[in-house]
């Protein structure tokens, strides 16, 4: 299966979240590529710890592939090359954990009917030996974007499962953002009909994942004054409200990530021993993101509503 | 410049290999397996079906000019064409192999394209083969811009792949494989053998081989594709095996164990067939990879834990596990 990571605004937690999602399915067992079409700022390998490709790699990444340049991108194993003490470790029964990380300062560019093709190449190349294949793609409605929604209307992709997750913060904005991005006239729906995709089994193929989200109910809150958990509730409620009308309410919201502190510090994988042993992490922000990983997967979360 | 009649003898043959599962559900019957491979139109597709449904493209041919790879640094300029074709084994396993072979000397000053196009999958050096080193580095890896036949049988991977005949839903998930190899003279008056055999990367082998003057590269390349492809396969059953989390012992386990070990009896235990398309005094360096590591002892063994597995898993639930006694 692929799942396109997509945000309307930049820095929402599309990247990070998608990395420990990536994560997360690698430790159930799954093989697990992660494609970092975020050609703006390819920094996924950041989160991975890959040292040599911390701000994309410097030749043969995906920027050259695409245009033609190298025949196969690079590939980073992660449990190889990483330099995170736990994950070097490669965890008891996990699947493979592998980056394609951009070129370093390779920018957006112009697609054009061969870089199409290539992208229908990898993706289909990808899908054939690992179970799920994340593609991290630029925020807005990016030339990443209207690529895969074009690859994933080509023929030769028709029987590739796919999926869309749409990450967006907790606030007005950022909620009326990211109805546009999938919504609006110009939006993933949209430009996908245009594709040549189905409406419908595009729209059913879309969830959303509220990022960094403040939980009133979190001990984190409980420090402050009772005024302060009103009106938190209240902003909460009417969020709640808001994303409905712009119909991404909670029936198409795969799962909410709460607001991680140590997130805000440093952009990593969270691991369970971050949670369990050194403590630095939230229990919370770990369940939800074993959470998500689970339902990517699981039917009963999908389809049309 | 007058037209030279005949190259000098090849002191060097070398080539690469894909080689992974065809993206279809159903295996191609050898009509499929035939419009899949015409990649030259009015040229014929070779066709057998004993031992096992075999097809293999028309040759094609590359040209090349460009520095060859070297393990001491030396920047040899070869010009030529490389050959390159598709097989396809039971209408399962997709491989593309490119090679070619290089004379000890070659012209100082490269010649017009014609008279390259007329020694097909010969490429030339200008001047003088350091054919150790060249081989080495093939080995090795070619430099950006080095002479690459990885790239051709890469290249040519794609263009199949892109055939609409293939539905793109692989029966189960697998890794494709690269086996280089490269082929030096046997000493006077010895025959052909095997000298290396290595695992390089996750999935990449390298080949190194001796063999007497006057072996055909077609031959040898033969020989590396049966390798390749028999390689391939113990490769993708062991990762198979690898990926079952036995012992759990829950109930749902059967059907995971069903599921992941299902395909290999479908669609791959029947291919085991080393040296069946080797010519006979090639076939003989399979010989000591039987010895050690002992490819068919290990598939045999492989074979056999499958079909445990499955025997196991096909028992219900309730009568596996035995309760110690009190
Ligand atoms: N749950 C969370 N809690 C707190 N901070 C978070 C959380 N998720 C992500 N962050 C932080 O938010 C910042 C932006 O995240 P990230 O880089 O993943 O965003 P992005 O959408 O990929 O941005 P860009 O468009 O720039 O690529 C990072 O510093 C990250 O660590
Ligand atoms: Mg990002």
Redesign the pocket.
Known sequence: MLVF?A?D???????????NLAYQRALTGDHVAYVDF?F??P??AA?FDVPGAMRGTEERGLHSYLEGETAEPVRIDVWRQTEHPLLRARPNQSGRLVLLPGDAGGGEFATGEEALERCVDLLLKLNTEFDVTFV?L??GRSYAVDMVLAATAHPRMSNVPFRWLV?HRWTRQHVIAASGLVHGDHGIIGGGVLSGHDEDTLRAAVRFVR???PDPESAVWSQGSTAQATWMQARDEALRRLAAEHRIGDSVVLGI????????????LITEEDVLSTQIANKE?LD?LEEIARRLTDDTHWGRL | MAPRQSTPPAVLACGEIRTCLLPARQALDIRSAAQLLGLRPGERVLLSERPGLYARSPDTLTGVDCPLPSANGARVRAVGTVTAHAALTEGRVLQTSAHCRLPGTGPDQRRPWGEYLVRPGVVEPLGKLPHEAVAQGVLGGPRHGDLDVGLIADGLLTRVLRHPLLDQRPPFRSRPTRLRWAALPAAPGEGPSLERFTLAEDELRTVRLRVPEGTSDAGIAALCDDLALHDWLLTTVVRMLDGLRLGAGAAQDADAVVRTLRPAVDHLLHLWMPGARVGRRLAALWDPLEERPGFTRQWQALVQRIRDQLTLHAIPAAHREVEPAP
């Not at chain 1, 990530?257 to 990593?268: D, G, M, S, T």
């Open positions: 990571a945000s605004k930049g820095g929402t937690g599309r990247s990070v979240t998608s990395a975020d703006g700022s920094t996924a989160v991290d630029s925020a990450f990022a960094a989200v990530v709460p607001l991680e502190p140590i997130l805000q510090w440093h952009e990593q922000t939800a």
